[in-house]
């Protein structure tokens, strides 16, 4: 059975004003972006619990984006 996430927007905002961590914030959002930074922080053998790979893994995300545009 799916999760009912959050709507982005308010997810964001909560973030902003620190009342959810980095962590909260890119596991909250979808199954498969889930999936995707346990994926990463296992590539890059970092521990999923960290704010600072969260922070990572959205500097990746970031990343992909800017480079999906200049494309």
Known sequence: MAKNYPDYDDLREQYEAGNISAVDFVTQQSD??????????????????????ALAFMDYRDELFEESLSN
């Open 32 to 53: 498969e972006l889930t999936e995707e930074y346990e994926q990463f922080c296992k590539d890059k053998s970092i521990d999923t619990g960290s704010n600072q790979s």
